[in-house]
């Protein structure tokens, strides 16, 4: 017995799935498949099944550096986002009396969300290059006599690039975690006594964590899966997994790859998993 | 700074001293994240001497014209058009089924959460991985990867759950009483969606489509495996970012942020007017 509201759900949720299962779960499936396969060294697969990829991967201690290097822009960056989220959501939510006000400085937040990852990735450039702006000021001052050479391609250039494009991940969901805390509430905190800290500890960062745990979705799984920043803003000097996995791609290793692309992936989503365990989106985004 | 000398002395009625702090947080944050656009988006308004950094020489639109004419920087021309094809595309079966799949979930149904979860799966899977992925399967399947087919279905693979995402958001307010009502006056349930649902939800569909025009014209990780020979604008961005250093790259830079900003205005503009008319009709009923 089909029941009318199954029918109707699956009726309307068809169209995702006829995108999703071909363009996801497939696709997945065959990186799974490729990653047990052989290459024959010219970009094509022998279609056998070996663990040879697996240990490879796991052998080689270049994996381990990669994924520690990885795992440091990430947690680094986190905490930049995190931070820097909380008090911007804070301050727009809470010190900015005019409604109106505040939603329009919470637009000009979330404008460049809305424009290319990489044109503001290149967009430091001049202002850290050696010939830079920031060097170009702090010798104009006097602070420096030498240019600062660790301001571009390098890894306080990765930092500042991810911390740049993620933050905003950050402040869209607590500034709408925060949103939902009833003034009232914290008035009558106020009025028991409690001390602005007490208020802070007590009501804004539990009501704040739901929204922290959204963010931190998003910050980390981009993060984890992105090479583009990592290349092009450590000048070279740091790798990422991804970056590793695209320059297997580029010379035909498929299979090596592909069983590298599955680890890192059930990293990923092991990572997104354990902290969707902690808060429910789905109740959490429409509530 | 002034707030130095107001910090620990809350004056009863004025503002605490946190809250010149957290301004200060808050200007630097905006600094920070506008300072280096609009960097760019001037020095690519240098002349022919110019560099990659200030100070600006000379003044002039020959790397904007440099970028439409020169071949050494690539096919601008066609793969602005292929993006802008691709998002329209995108941004129009992300509305459409973001909607459906919004109405799916205002209910519970078998299953619901296992579709959930494939979702987030999709949205967080590495973008190059899932592009890989897809390109092997065209691979064994004997088909060619092109914008149109691969590149479109891996970036749908992230639109889509952006925007059902959003959905949700929208859908809870939904007031469902209005859904009852517009039964009770006798209308279908198809009468109910295009009369009643599809209008109050309709500033919610601009902001996905919003989503999805902006996430598909920059898409770029997603997109690197699986446009097959013809390049979409982000990864002609890419390829000039390892080899042109000229201020072509920032002229690029601000005609693709143009066309955004010019997106986003007409997105955020018609909310304002669908919410503006309503306003307007709920006086004059009054």
Known sequence: MVKRSDLFGWLAVSPLLLVLIPFFVVPFLVILAASFMESDGFGGMIQTFTLDNYIGVFRSRLTFDLYYETAKFAVITWAFATVIGFWVSYFLVFHVKNQLLAIGLFLLCTVPFWTSNIIRMISWIPLLGKEGLINQGLMGAGIIDQPLAFLLFSNFAVIVAYVHQLTIFMIVPIFNSLSKIDKSLIEAALDAGSSRFDILRYIVLPMAKSGIALGSIFVLSIVMGDFFVVKVMSGGGSASVVGALYEDVGVLQYPSAAASAVILTLIVVAVVFSILRVVDIRREIAR | ?286
């Open chain 2, 1 to 286: 700074m002034s707030r130095s000398a107001t910090a620990g002395t809350p004056r009863s009625g004025g503002r605490p001293w946190t809250f010149y702090v957290l301004l200060a947080v808050f200007i630097l944050y905006v600094i920070g994240l506008y300072a280096p656009m609009i960097s760019i988006y001037i020095l690519s308004f240098q002349d022919v001497r110019g560099g990659l950094v200030f100070p600006m020489k000379g003044l002039s639109l020959h790397w904007f014209v440099d970028l439409f004419t020169q071949v050494r920087t690539g096919d601008v021309k066609g793969s602005f058009d292929r993006s802008i094809r691709l998002a329209v595309l995108v941004t129009v079966l992300t509305v459409v089924i973001s909607f459906l799949a919004g109405m799916a979930f205002r209910r519970r149904y078998f299953g619901d959460t296992a579709v959930f979860y494939l979702m987030i799966g999709s949205l967080v899977v590495p973008g190059l991985v899932l592009g890989l992925g897809i390109g092997l399967t065209f691979n064994f399947l004997g088909m060619r990867p092109s914008w149109y087919t691969s590149a479109l279905g891996a970036q749908l693979s992230c639109t889509l759950p952006f925007g059902v995402l959003i959905m949700f958001a929208v859908m809870s307010r939904f007031n469902t009483a209005w859904e009852e009502a517009s039964r009770d006056l006798g209308a279908s349930p198809l009468q109910t969606v295009w009369l009643v649902i599809l209008p109050i939800l309709l500033p919610g569909l601009v902001a996905v489509a919003l989503f999805g025009f902006t996430l598909s014209y920059d898409e770029f990780a997603r997109t690197l495996q699986t446009a097959g020979t013809l390049n979409t604008l982000p990864l002609e961005i890419w390829s000039m970012t390892l080899n042109v250093t000229s201020p072509a790259l920032y002229a690029l830079g601000t005609v693709t942020t143009i066309v955004s900003f010019v997106t986003i205005g007409l997105a955020l503009g018609s909310i304002v007017m669908i919410q503006r008319r309503r306003a307007q009709r709920i006086k004059n009923e009054a």
